[in-house]
Nanobody, 118 residues
Framework: QVQLVESGGGLVQPGGSLRLSCAASGGISNIYSMGWYRQAPGKQRELVASLTSGGSANYVDSVKGRFTISRDGAKNTVYLQMNSLKPEDTAVYYC????????????WGQGTQVTVSS
């Protein structure tokens, strides 16, 4: 059974940095992409950044130049380095894994809280 375990969230001051990690385990095959989503109170969940198995990264405009997504393929772990954090980055951040063959499934982590506040 596929499991995603996230870590690295917390409270940080504006302008600070955090690094989120998401480790996937449980008989994973054919990874298509891994990514990070976030959901702020009263808002819909949105894609923050994604990374395909081929190495193509995609970011929401509001985080371009500040966030970097990366992956350790040997460990099936995806990271989100977040710099120059702003209060509007405050949200619960979720990791998503898209994998499987012939049936492709999406797997979600439990979420980790990121709070940017002075």
């Amino acid at each position: 059974q596929v499991q995603l375990v996230e870590s690295g969230g917390g409270l940080v001051q504006p302008g600070g940095s955090l690094r989120l990690s998401c480790a996937a385990s449980g008989g994973i095959s054919n990874i298509y992409s891994m990514g990070w989503y976030r959901q702020a109170p009263g808002k819909q969940r949105e894609l923050v950044a994604s990374l395909t198995s081929g190495g193509s990264a995609n970011y929401v405009d509001s985080v371009k130049g500040r966030f970097t997504i990366s992956r350790d393929g040997a460990k099936n772990t995806v990271y989100l380095q977040m710099n120059s954090l702003k209060p509007e980055d405050t949200a619960v951040y979720y990791c998503k894994l898209r994998a499987g063959f012939p049936i492709i499934k999406d797997y979600w982590g439990q979420g980790t809280q990121v709070t940017v506040s002075s």
